[in-house]
T-cell receptor
Framework: DAKTTQPPSMDCAEGRAANLPCNHSTISGNEYVYWYRQIHSQGPQYIIH???NNETNEMASLIITEDRKSSTLILPHATLRDTAVYYCIVRVASPDYGGSQGNLIFGKGTKLSVKP | NAGVTQTPKFRILKIGQSMTLQCTQDMNHNYMYWYRQDPGMGLKLIYY???????DKGEVPNGYNVSRSTTEDFPLRLELAAPSQTSVYFCASSYSTSGYTFGSGTRLTVV
């Protein structure tokens, strides 16, 4: 089972920041937080990941709380093309560490709808 | 640089038929994965591989087989197709700590 909890759906106005929350209260010290999104029926797309520090790339920012029990993915200026299902996943660094625990286990994610 | 390529994109199988879903990547990634996604659900891991010659079961391996003879290729075999295997299948690859790169999927219907 997925080790994260996300709201099933969220709306966001075009041009505004989209803040997607994720709870991972049982996260272990060696587990990273990963975010992916899936647009319509396409393959999931990697967005960002982090261990304990906040991270930023050209797509998004990831804010992880100090106790690492929750995180927020921020899309700073949402567009209609950001409408997708967003998945928050925790995992160890790789399958080499803890065997199958290194694999991505997907939950149901948050369906983000960006509206004009 | 094509990334992860899956073939075919669509396929209809009759119950009991067999087929191989092809997956190849040109990024020299050591790890490869097969997932299935049923309508309205998240992805479920079928099999994964940490390198050529090494494969292991994921969450839902029953009814499937894989092989990894080269770094580039990771085919998924269905021996006796069943209606429960109707799904969209995604192949992915990665380095150890990087994000996964997914293919565009194979939509399989078993009738």
């Amino acid at each position: 089972d997925a080790k994260t909890t996300q709201p099933p759906s969220m709306d966001c106005a075009e041009g505004r920041a989209a803040n997607l929350p994720c709870n991972h209260s049982t996260i272990s010290g060696n587990e990273y937080v990963y975010w992916y999104r899936q647009i319509h029926s396409q393959g999931p797309q990697y967005i960002i990941h982090g261990l304990k520090n906040n991270e930023t790339n050209e797509m998004a920012s990831l804010i992880i709380t100090e106790d690492r029990k929750s995180s927020t993915l921020i899309l700073p200026h949402a567009t209609l093309r950001d409408t997708a299902v967003y998945y928050c996943i925790v995992r160890v660094a790789s399958p080499d560490y803890g065997g199958s625990q290194g694999n991505l286990i997907f939950g149901k994610g948050t369906k983000l709808s960006v509206k004009p | 640089n094509a990334g992860v390529t899956q073939t075919p994109k669509f396929r209809i199988l009759k119950i009991g038929q067999s087929m191989t879903l092809q997956c190849t990547q040109d990024m020299n990634h050591n790890y490869m994965y097969w997932y299935r996604q049923d309508p309205g659900m998240g992805l479920k891991l079928i099999y994964y591989s940490v390198g050529a010659g090494i494969t292991d079961k994921g969450e839902v391996p029953n009814g499937y087989n894989v092989s990894r003879s080269t770094t580039e290729d990771f085919p998924l075999r269905l021996e006796l197709a069943a209606p429960s295997q109707t799904s969209v299948y995604f192949c992915a690859s990665s380095y150890s700590t990087s994000g996964y790169t997914f293919g565009s999927g194979t939509r399989l219907t078993v009738v």
